[in-house]
C-alpha cells in the first residue's frame, strides 16, 4: 500500500509540472499611443521588437540586458518609448527559424521586425501577418528620411506586391566596396609599383613568390589569397571578384546584370569570366595563388595575409583592421590600400554594392507606425548630427568628453573601458543608421574641420588606424565602381527547385578549372548546361520580374 | 462429475490482462510517465510527416497547406546532382559501416590478448578519447595535419616528392572521410566487445586448454561466437544508418573541388535548404532516408534472427 501511495504523489507531481508550461495568454492592444506637449508618449509606448544578436554589440553592465540598458532607457525618458525585444535570434539560420515559429502562431510576431532575406519577405507577405504601411510611409515618414529612401527605390523590390509596400530597408546607404590591400613593404623591397591592371598584378604575383619579398631567403610567400569555396564573389574579403570583372565588366560571377539588350543576365556564364579562369589556373599552376582557396573560407583565406605568407587580398577597408597583426609576424609590414585593377580598356572594374543589411516589417496589427518613425528618426539624430546625439549616442559608451575633447576610442576614455555596451548595435537595427559611410572619410582627408560626431570619429580613426582611414578614402573615389544586383526580389519559382543545383555545378567548374582538373573550355560546356537545367527558364523569369519593375 | 472439473479449469487458466494490471497497477503507473513521452516526442511529432506531402507554409499549418502528393520525393531524384549525392552517401556510408564493425572486433580482441591491465586501460582510454571531440575540431586538426604545410606534406617532401592537397583531390575524400571517422569512433565499438568478451565464461577457456587449444583456436571458436550477439546487435543497428554518411564531418572537410565524392544528401539538401524555409522538402528526404533505413533494418534483423536465431526484442 505505502509502494501505491508513493506511486500517486509522484504521479501527481509530475502532471503538475508538465500542466505547468502551459500558453500564456494574448494580449493585443492595437490603440494607439498619444504624445504629451511636449512630444513624449505618456503614458509610455510599448513597441515589441524582433532582433537578431550581434556579436559586437558589447557586454552590458551590471543587471542590464537587451530590454533594460543606457539605450532602452534613454529612449524611454526622451520620447516615452519603451522598445521592448520579444523575439531574440542568435545567428542568421537561428533568427530565421523564430520568425517562421512565429508564422505558425508558436512565437508572437512582433510589432517592428527585421527580416534577412527575400524569400522570408515573400513568406510574411503571403502570410497576411504583416502590415501595408504604404499609407504610412507617405505620412508619418520625416521628410529627411523621406529622401534618403528616394536614392534607393530599389530597396521597395522584395517589399511590394500589387502596389502596396509592406516594410522598409533597414537604414539604406550605399556601403563602401572591396579595396585592394597590399603589403607596401613587400613592393618597396622588390621597387614594384602596386598593379593598375591584369598584366601588372601577374608581375606583382609573381614576384611576390618568386623574389622573396620578404627577404628572409625563403620560399614562403606567395601573391594573392582568395576564397574559392564558394561562388567567385564573397563580396566582403578575401575576394577575387575584380579579377573576373577585368575581363567581364559588369557581368562577374553572381551578379544580375542588364546586357547590350537591357535584359538580365546571370554574371557567372559571361564568356569573359572564362578568360578570367584561364588566367586563374595559370597563376595556380605556377603557385602565384592562394593553393588552398578551394576548400577556405574567405575569413579563413584572408589570415593568410595576417600570416605573413600572401602579399594581396581584395576585401572591405575595415578588413586592414583585421590583418593588422600580421605586424606581429612581421614587424616591418606596412599595409597600404590600393583601388582596384581596371580592364584592359582602362574602363574600371566592378564589384556588388551593398545598399541596406536586411529589411524591417511590421506586424498587421501595429497602430503605432508614428510613434516606430518617431524612434527610427531619433535613431538617425546622430547622421544629421541633430537633437540629442550630437558626438553619438551615449556618453562613456561610444564616446566620452575627455578634458574638451572627445574620444572615440574606449581605450582612451576617462576611465578607460574595455568592449563597452554599443548602443547602435542594440537597437532593432543591427548598425547605426548612416547617410553616407565614406564622404566623411574623404571629407577628413582632404582637411575638413571636424564637426559632427562621426566626423569627429572619423578624424579620431585617421590618428588611431590611418592605413584603415586611407583605405576608406580609397574606397570612397570608387564608389560608383559598385553595381547593386538588379534581380533584388523573392526567388522565381524555378529558382526555389533548381537554384542550388545550378550553383553546385558553378562552383564545381570554376573551382575545377582554376586547379587545372578540367580544361578551360569545359567553361562552355557549362554554360550550356546551366542554361539547359532551368537557367534559361530561370532569365526568362528573372527578366519578367523586372519588366514590372523597371 | 463432468461438471465438477470446469472451474478448476478457469483457475489453472492464465490471467486475464485486466486482472494483471489490477493486480500490478503500481508497476504500470511507473511505466506511464516514459509511455506518455514517448508518444508525445516521438510518436506525435511523426503526424508532421504529412508536411512531406504537401507544400507547407508555416501560417496555413499542416491543416490548411496544399497537399502536392510526391512532388517533394520527384525533386530528390530529378536532378544528376542528387543522384550524385545519393551515391556518395551509400558508398560513404557503407564503407563506414563495415570498417566501423570489423576494426573494433580485431582491436578488441587484440587488446585483450595485452595482459598488462595498466596498459591495457591505457589504451582503451585513449583510442576513446577522440570519441568525445566534434568534428569541427577533428576538421581543424585535419586540414592542419593535411594541409600543403601539413605533417603528412611535410614527410612527403623530406622523400623529394610533390605534396598533394589532400582535401582538394576528389580521388581521396572518401577514404579520407572513412579513416577519420574510423579513427574517431573506433574506441566506441571496442569497449562494447570488450565488455561482451569479460562476460564469456572463463571455464569455457579452461576447458579449452585442458583439450590443448592455443590462442588462436579459443579466440575462435570461443571468444567470437562468445560476442557473436554483440556483433549482431551492433551489425543489425547501425545499417539504419546507410543512408547517414555523417553530415558534421562531410561539412567540415569538403569543398567545391571535392563535391564530385563527397556531397552527400544531407549537405545537398543543407544548402538546397538556403534558398530558404524547404521544410516539405526537407521532410521528404528525411522521411525517405528513415524509411530506406527501416527496411534495411528490418530486414537485417530478420536475417540475424534466421541465421544466427538472435532476437534483440
Redesign the interface.
Known sequence: MK??KA??SL?LA?AMLIGGCGGSGKGNEAAAGTKNADGKYDPVLTIKVAKQLDENAGRYGDGEDINKNPMTDLAVEKLGIKMETTLLGGDAPNY?TKL??A???SEELPDVFPVY?T??IA?MI????VKDITEDIEKYMPERMKEIYEQFPQTYYPLTKDGKIYGIACAPCLTEGQVMIMRQDWLDALGLKAPTNMDEFEAVIKAFTEDDPDGNGQDDTYGFAYS???IYNTGWVADPVSLFSAYSGKHYPGSWQEDENGELMYGSIHEGNKEALARLAEWHANGWIF??A??TGAWDAMMQFTEGKAGIFIGRPWSIGSVADVTSVAPDAVIKAYPNILQDNGDPTYQAAQINDGWLMFNKDFANMEAFFTYYDWLYDYAFGTGDFKYGYLEGYDYDIVGDEVVFDSKLFDPPVTDPFMPGKSTVLKNTPALKSTQTFADIASGKTPETGAELSVAAGFVTAPEMSEGYVVAHEHMDELLPNLFNTE?TDT???????L???E??I???IV?G?EPVDAFDKFVEDWLA?GGEQITKEVNEWYKTVK | MKKKNQPVKNVIAKKTWKQEVQHNWPLYVLLLPSFVLAIIFCYVPMGGLVMAFQNYKPWLGITGSEFVGMENFRQIFAFKESYQAIINTLVIAVSKIILGLIVPIIMALLLNEVKHVGLKKGIQTLVYLPHFLSWVTVAGMLRDILGLDGIVNGVLKSFGMDPVFFLGEAGMFRQIAVISDLWKGFGFGMIVYLAAISNIDQSLYEAAEMDGANRWQQTMYITLPGIMPMIIVMATLSLGNVLNAGFDQIFNLYSPLTYSTGDIIDTYVYRQSLVNGQYSFGTAVGLFKSGIGLILTVISYRIAYKVAGYRIF
Open positions: 509502494l501505491k506511486v500517486l504521479v509530475s530565421d517562421r515559429l508564422l505558425t502562431g532575406g524569400q522570408m513568406d503571403e502570410s497576411g501577418r574559392g569555396n564558394d593553393q588552398e578551394a576548400a526567388p529558382m526555389k527547385k533548381n537554384w542550388e543545383q550553383q553546385t555545378m562552383k564545381q570554376y573551382t575545377n586547379y582538373k537545367q
